[in-house]
């Protein structure tokens, strides 16, 4: 069955879940509506979640044998398939199809893709789509942009006018992730500001919070060009390096510990990231290994004390080249 989105929030606020849903397309929309799939299993009585990451190595009689084994205390199960790449295969097909063929009691499967076109349509997602619910999440069109934007800030409790919306759909120029982030940001610097122009223009033009999230954010974004002109406008503006490089090495910080730990999802939710920031840091450390980020926050460090006369060398420039690699993991040559 597929959902439109009232139909898709009035589903998630119910009493009763589905035995399979099938979530795919956009990954951050597809990400955030899979917390929204597990916080309602949890708010329903779903005591035990199984995560499945069925990459090229994955072994498909593992789902039926985690879909077969009995509950360690009775209770109600979430299995949380990942779906690698979009597709399943002739294996995998023939494993989810068995499964809504006769879904076990007390137990709903959740699969989820992130790489997903015309071409990943399947028998097998025909049988998801009869047996449980599936939703193909897309990016905003051209001109749902401002109308998107309105319905995210009214979500999380900003009111705000149709000029401001305007405006802030204008900034993000299209890019979901930047529009998902400059919405959360606006959360905690509105308050309980209703949100007009003049209001979003001072708090973008004069917040020097609201500066270094986005050096950061466009930093493990992975976009240097936009990250260098930031941080080019800062000094020119005669912002201090040593505040702009206190955030920078917090986002470090928080990187590496998420490089370090063994649940990534886990530790996201114990640093209480955004969904728009957890995808954020996800895509930065697919780009490259924990001592890459050990590097850069120890090149960090170093470029405090060169900006508070403790260690001599330029520490402008030496932040331009941190920021370049850590948009760009192949820049770290210029750390030599």
């Known amino acids: 069955m597929s959902m439109n989105p009232g139909q898709w929030q009035k589903h998630l606020a119910g009493d009763r879940m589905a035995p399979v849903y099938l979530l795919v397309g956009e990954e951050l929309l597809v990400l955030e509506a899979a917390d929204a799939v597990r916080a309602m299993a949890r708010r329903l009585g779903y005591a ?11 072994d498909w009689d593992d ?13 109600q199960r979430l299995l949380d398939l990942r779906l690698a790449g979009g597709k399943a295969g002739k294996d995998g097909g023939a494993a989810i199809t068995e499964f809504v063929g006769n879904p076990p009691p007390d137990t709903t499967l959740l699969i989820t893709a992130t790489e997903w076109s015309s ?49 802030l759909a204008e900034r993000v120029e299209g890019n979901l992730l930047a529009a998902a982030q400059e919405v959360d940001k606006l959360v905690v610097l509105a308050g309980d500001r209703r949100l007009d122009a003049d209001t979003l223009e001072s708090l973008v033009a004069d917040s020097a919070r609201f500066d270094a999230f986005k050096l950061t954010d466009a930093a493990f974004a992975g976009e240097g060009g936009r990250a260098l002109r930031i941080l080019a406008g800062l000094r020119a503006e005669g912002e201090e390096l040593i505040v702009l490089m206190g955030w920078m090495v917090n986002q470090l910080q ?26 954020l840091f996800r895509k930065a450390l697919r780009r490259a290994p924990r001592e890459h980020w050990l590097a850069c926050l120890a090149r960090a460090a170093r470029i405090d004390r060169m900006a508070k006369g403790r260690q001599q060398g330029d520490p402008w420039l030496e932040a331009e080249r941190l920021v370049a690699a850590i948009a760009e993991p192949r820049a770290a040559t210029a750390f030599a």
Do not use: C, Y
């Open 48 to 58: 035990e979640r199984e995560v499945l990451e069925a990459d090229s190595r994955f």
């Open 63 to 75: 789902l039926a044998r985690a879909s077969a084994g009995l509950s360690l205390f009775a209770t």
């Open 119 to 167: 071409k990943h349509d399947a028998a097998w997602t025909k049988n998801v789509d009869k047996a449980g619910i599936q939703i193909i999440f897309n990016a905003p069109r051209p001109h749902e942009w401002t109308q998107w934007i309105g319905a995210r800030l009214a979500s999380r409790g900003v009111q705000a006018t149709p000029d401001a919306v305007a405006m």
């Open 254 to 279: 928080l990187a590496l510990r998420l490089a370090n730990a063994r649940d990534f999802a886990s530790q996201a939710r114990a640093e209480r990231l955004w969904p728009a920031r957890e995808q």
